[in-house]
């Protein structure tokens, strides 16, 4: 079963804005981490963010964590067309294996 | 480094074949998984390997026989293909860092059965 779920399921936004979306999840986690994935393409890893972290940046992407609401979100700041993809979701909860969300699709419009 | 590479990268069956899909890693992960991808969805996860010469069921392992004879390689197997098994295939693999660790995937094996 898909523990972490993704919101918005889609997002549409005008470059140079910046992208916000948000994941949920059920149980507790050992970390949580974002990945992209372009259209017909693998999954490239973005941010891992452990359990006692409640804050992340990695170049224009800041990640967040809060273990009391089982919640995460993910900022682009100052989109550009190359960021639009599906943003994952994915939950560690304690043994290494993933359990992905079904994923935000990003429409960055130039 | 290749990475994490996958053969093949598309492939029809008819329902009722066989076929194998081959992952390879030149980064000396311990663990490598198996994934599938339906449209609208996130990943689950079919098999997984913690270590050479072992193999775990997944969320959805029916259907599928993986083996893991050497670190670097991670098979998976079809025995009798059916049109449900369509999908998009993806290969992963990730160290055994305490905490976790990212997992690196490959590009993707897109099947058709028909």
């Known amino acids: 079963s898909q523990q972490g779920e993704e919101d918005p399921q889609a997002l549409s936004i005008q470059e140079g804005e910046n992208a916000t979306m948000n994941c949920s999840y059920k149980?507790?986690?050992?970390?949580l981490q974002w990945y992209r994935q372009n259209s017909g393409r693998g999954l490239v890893h973005l941010i891992l963010?452990?359990?006692?972290?409640r804050e992340k940046h990695s170049g224009r992407l800041r990640v967040t964590l809060d273990t009391s609401k089982k919640s995460s979100s993910l900022l682009i700041t100052a989109s550009r067309a190359a960021d639009t993809a599906s943003y994952f979701c994915?939950?560690?909860?304690?043994?290494?294996?993933?359990?992905f969300g079904a994923g935000t699709t990003v429409t960055v419009r130039a | 480094n290749a990475g994490v590479t996958q053969t093949p990268k598309f492939r029809v069956l008819k329902t009722g074949q066989s076929m194998t899909l081959l992952c390879a890693q030149d980064?000396?992960?311990?663990?490598m998984y198996w994934y599938r991808q339906d449209p609208g969805m996130g990943l689950r996860l079919i098999h997984y390997?913690?270590?050479?010469?072992?193999?775990a069921k997944g969320e959805v392992p029916d259907g599928y026989n993986v083996s893991r004879l050497k670190k670097q390689n991670f098979l998976l197997g079809l025995e009798s293909a059916a049109p449900s098994q369509t999908s998009v295939y993806f290969c992963a693999s990730s160290s055994e860092r305490e905490g976790g660790d990212e997992q690196y995937f490959g590009p993707g094996t897109r099947l058709t059965v028909t």
């Open positions: 390997s913690v270590g050479e010469g072992t193999t």
């Open positions: 963010i452990r359990s006692n972290e």
């Open positions: 149980t507790s986690i050992n970390n």
């Open positions: 994915a939950t560690d909860p304690y043994d290494y294996k993933l359990s």
């Open positions: 980064m000396n992960h311990e663990y």
